[in-house]
């Protein structure tokens, strides 16, 4: 069964840089075939892609956060880390992380981490 | 980057209604639309891809269709487990992706 597991601080300052973990298991961050995904969803709003990062440790971002974004992976933890520099307010959100294949023909998102709330307040 | 458009935002039905949830792209995407289910405080979850393929496990009312810009998800007779937010997601452009703002279907 393939399951992904969301980490992180539920609270952070203005300014400060989130990092958070998403802890894979049921699949393999080397396989060939999948890779794994950030999304973010603002309470209320619609869902907002970030980035992935692939087998062969591609990686590609939403262009409009592309300056905050990092996205790496460890692949003996079985582990996808995000890290967003200069948190808002605005930042606060719902942050899930999907598997996605690499083909891109079947370019959707199955399954979902059970997310992770993030509020940036001061 | 490519636009994609819900309607209605929200919609009231009543069990056993069938319902219409349309999904507009900014550009042609070919066939290269998702769909998702949200419940409140859960993740979504994938309905149907390539448009009109249903997801393993996932009832056969629900029905994709569309190509192009224009898509619909239609249920054909709603169950209490139906009423949710739904999404629709672009992958045409993959690997940067877009989804729909979501239409929320509640109880009338």
């Known amino acids: 069964q393939v399951t992904l597991k969301e980490s992180g601080p539920a609270l952070v300052k203005p300014t400060e840089t989130l990092t958070l973990t998403c802890t894979v298991s049921g699949f393999s961050l080397s396989n060939a075939g999948m890779g794994v995904t950030w999304i973010r969803q603002p309470p209320g709003k619609a869902l907002e892609w970030l980035a992935h990062?692939?087998?062969?440790?591609?990686?590609s971002y939403n262009t409009s956060l592309k300056n905050r974004l990092t996205v790496s992976k460890d692949i003996s933890k079985s582990q996808v880390v995000l890290t967003m520099t200069n948190m808002d307010p605005v930042d606060t959100a719902t942050y899930y992380c999907?598997?996605?294949?690499?083909?891109?023909?079947?370019?959707?998102?199955?399954?979902w981490g059970q997310g992770t709330l993030v509020t940036v307040s001061s | 980057a490519i636009r994609m458009t819900q309607s209605p935002s929200s919609l009231s039905a009543s069990t056993g209604d069938r319902v219409t949830i349309t999904c507009r792209a900014s550009?042609?995407?070919?066939?290269?639309l998702a769909w998702y289910q949200q419940k409140p405080g859960k993740a979504p979850k994938l309905l149907m891809y390539?448009?009109?393929t249903l997801q393993s496990g996932v009832p056969s009312r629900f029905r994709g269709s569309g190509s192009g810009t224009d898509f619909t998800l239609t249920i054909s007779s709603l169950q209490s487990e139906d009423f949710a937010t739904y999404f629709c997601?672009?992958?045409?452009?993959?690997?940067?992706?877009?989804f729909g703002q979501g239409t929320r279907l509640e109880i009338k």
């Open positions: 999907a598997r996605i294949p690499v083909v891109a023909a079947e370019g959707w998102f199955d399954p």
């Open positions: 997601q672009q992958y045409y452009t993959y690997p940067a992706i877009t």
């Open positions: 550009q042609g995407i070919s066939s290269y």
């Open positions: 390539a448009a009109s």
């Open positions: 990062i692939f087998p062969n440790d591609e990686k």
